[in-house]
């Protein structure tokens, strides 16, 4: 099973290899990883999507709070929580399509951001599903292009830091 | 006033309680050496880096305060990795300070820079780069904090050049603040209370009690839980020395090469009090088949340790010692305590018989070779057991863990997690720098011994009057030995008979070497051996090379399928 992980660590060097080094070295994937400083620039934030059966999960949940670097792990799975990706789409265009992918883009609030004679390039901010949705459908007018961040997410209920 | 980071450094260390030093110089940390010139503090000069760390090692598994080690940067640094693991395995507190080349050169593939920090992060409880003078001082107290608290384990702290030489006033920190690092002590007392009702209700217990005993200071606690509630006991090979060896209730060492009393009671229980233990795999055999009957109590301090190989059925997460406690407390009034008993009568009874039925046990024809549990006996029959042992890796590590009783914690030093070779006697050095009054035996293989054999030289300048007992096979016996069981005693490079004479190498460095050949002739070297004072001795016993260590549970197999003698 799938889990979306939040990590606040120190924000001191070194600190992502720690984290990167324990999900290496006891064998843990990770399918995505983001970084960025909190409003507390001495502490910094990871949200890692990571997959594996209960007992898997409770070792990473365990061993990340092991590390000294480690202030708090939370796991998002099993309650209500919003999870963003964002993503760049650079899709071929010509004359005939365009209106087509523009009405894709309004369809999705997404937002062209580029422009050139022969393609379009599109950022769209959702969960995993909504950008997949928008891939399938520009797929057929042939993405030049396409990179994603990986997952951030804040649980509903209000929480500190 | 402003003081050098050297300067620093060292009085940060004497406000930390530290009395004694391994280390060996170099390029990146003369500053600091050059402040060691006026011997602020016992500095013990080693022959090659490894043996600092095993020293330092063997220095805290004989006190239980943190060893303290000095290198320089670069191969010094790289040098120390196999001790940081080792101790890193066994949970040992340690603080290790490695020189780095200045600030302004690291990264530039200078001469002697190595990422120790990089290469460390995954064999250390933790580690820092001091890239500021003025972070010394915390980094100092820091690193003595997480190496000594919680679950223990070695630290490692570089210090640039630059900073060395760099001038600032300073102010050592009072108190520590970590925000991500809180080890808990206090056990739930509604898991404890749990706990001990499904003890009291269980009428097949054993407790089966790790190296965690030790750590925690907790083998009074364990005697008086263990004593008062008649329950069995098996330790592991880290635990041993945390529960008194010669008691009734001990039923010796469990796991793969444990007593057959041991493994029998732990497939057969139905409460197993699994204290400061980690279910590593030498002793659980195949994990599977584990335990099978029984419900599982696990004490640990490391959640990680908790459910990592065997799901338990009531953990609790807090220091051993303080969970023991509260568990004695717990212990039932006379007559409920003698209705468990009572309960329990049947099964003290099957587990004596096992170990009747199956003692360990060997053969000394007296005109034969030299057996090598023979050694291990005769030994203790001259110590009377009052001996700090330490081991090398392999044969020679399980006849010591097996023949020898280790009545106190602290007294029995083995490699136990990382099964480092080259271990043991290093370690024996420490804990002679450690307990100058202690009589030290390093029970050693003659390949392990001559994994860090150049440590001779240290224990002659240091007039350290440990007994090296070398169980001389002229094979990596361990190996060996599996070759004869698992690999059609295709006997693949495993003899290293080509080796020094021990007797005259000891004499080259300046020690006193004895040799027995005759089973005869053991008792007596051994006599020799502890009357030297001030002189360490090797005691070369020219032993059977075929001789095997049984119990033996194959790898891969659950722990009742053992090889027995």
């Not at chain 1, 309650?79 to 789409?89: D, F, N, S, T």
């Not at chain 2, 468990?340 to 007296?366: C, I, M, N, P, R």
Request: glycine letters at 8%.
């Amino acid at each position: 099973m799938r889990h979306t992980i939040s990590v606040l660590v120190s924000n001191e060097f070194g600190v992502l290899s720690r984290i990167a080094g324990l999900f290496s070295g006891r064998g843990f994937n990770i399918e995505s990883l983001t970084v960025a400083e909190t409003l507390d620039a001495a502490v910094s934030r990871m949200t890692i999507v990571t997959r594996g059966d209960d007992k898997v999960v409770e070792q990473i949940n365990k061993q990340l709070n092991k590390l000294i670097s480690v202030i708090k792990v939370h796991d998002f799975t099993g309650e209500a929580h919003i999870q963003r990706e964002l993503a760049l789409i650079k899709v071929s265009s010509n004359q005939e399509n365009r209106a087509e992918i523009l009405s894709i883009v309004d369809i999705f609030r997404a937002k062209v951001v580029d422009v050139s004679p022969r393609s379009y390039t599109i950022e769209i901010t959702g969960d995993e599903e909504k950008i997949r949705a928008i891939t399938e459908l520009l797929r057929p007018f042939g993405i030049k292009e396409f990179v994603s961040t990986g997952r951030i997410a804040m649980a509903r209920t209000p929480k500190q830091r | 006033m402003k003081k050098t980071g050297a300067q620093t450094f060292i009085e940060c260390l004497i406000k930390e309680g530290v009395d004694t030093v391994f280390g060996f110089p170099g390029g990146a940390v003369l500053p600091i050496y050059d402040v060691l010139y006026d011997e602020p503090l016992r500095h013990i000069l080693v022959r090659h880096e490894q043996g600092a760390v095993h020293m330092a090692d063997g220095y805290a598994r004989a006190t239980g305060r943190p060893g303290v080690v000095i290198v320089t940067s670069g191969p010094g640094a790289t040098n120390t990795v196999t001790g940081i693991a080792t101790a890193y395995m066994d949970s040992i507190p340690m603080v290790v300070f490695t020189g780095q080349v200045p600030t302004a050169l690291i990264g530039n593939d200078a001469f002697q820079e190595a990422d120790i920090v990089g290469i460390t992060r995954p064999c250390t409880k933790h580690n820092y780069l001091v890239k500021d003078l003025k972070d010394l001082p915390r980094i100092i107290k820091e690193a003595f904090y997480i190496a000594t608290t919680g679950r223990p384990g070695p630290v490692l702290v570089d210090i640039p050049k630059d900073i060395q030489m760099a001038s600032a006033e300073y102010k050592y920190p009072e108190r520590v603040h970590l925000e991500g690092y809180n080890p808990t002590y206090k056990g739930h007392s509604g898991q404890v209370k749990k706990a001990m009702d499904f003890i009291l209700s269980s009428k097949r217990p054993v407790i089966y009690a790790g190296g965690g005993i030790i750590l925690s200071g907790a083998a009074n606690e364990l005697k008086t839980f263990a004593t008062r509630l008649g329950l069995p006991v098996t330790n592991t090979l880290m635990g041993l020395g945390g529960f008194p060896g010669t008691s009734p209730q001990f039923m010796g060492m469990l796991g793969m090469h444990g007593t057959f009393a041991a493994n029998m009671a732990v497939m057969n229980t139905d409460c197993l009090i699994a204290v400061g233990a980690r279910f590593d795999d030498r002793v659980t055999g195949k994990l599977d088949e584990f335990a099978p009957y029984a419900g599982i109590v696990h004490i640990d301090i490391d959640p990680t340790s908790i459910s990592k190989n065997i799901m338990v059925d009531i953990p609790i997460v807090g220091d051993v010692k303080d969970v023991l406690k509260e568990m004695c407390e717990l212990i039932p009034p006379t007559k409920a305590l003698n209705a468990f008993k009572k309960g329990t009568g049947d099964w003290l009874k099957q587990v004596d018989e096992w170990g009747a039925s199956h003692k360990l046990s060997y053969k000394q024809e007296a005109k034969g070779k030299i057996k090598p549990q023979f050694v291990i006996e005769k030994l203790y029959e001259a110590t009377k057991g009052k001996a700090i042992v330490t081991t090398e890796v392999g044969q020679n590590q399980m006849w010591a863990a097996q023949f020898f009783k280790y009545d106190r914690p602290r007294t029995f030093i083995t490699s136990g997690g990382l099964g480092t070779m080259g271990f043991g006697f290093p370690a024996a050095i420490g804990a002679q720098v450690a307990c100058p009054n202690a009589t030290v035996i390093g029970i050693a293989g003659d390949g392990s011994l001559q994994m860090n054999i150049q440590e001779l030289a240290t224990a002659v300048q240091y007039k350290l009057p440990i007994k090296i007992a070398i169980l001389n096979n002229q094979v990596l016996g361990m190996v060996r030995q599996w070759q004869e069981f698992f690999y059609d005693k295709r006997y693949s490079h495993t003899c290293v008979s080509v080796a020094p004479d021990f007797v005259k190498l000891a004499e080259a460095y300046g020690a006193i070497g004895l040799r027995a050949t005759k089973p005869d002739e053991v008792a007596l070297v051994i006599k020799q051996a502890l009357a030297v004072k001030d002189t360490p001795v090797i005691m070369d016993f020219k032993v059977d090379p075929f001789e095997d260590v049984y119990p033996m549970v194959p790898s891969g197999e659950p722990l009742n399928k053992m090889l027995l003698v």
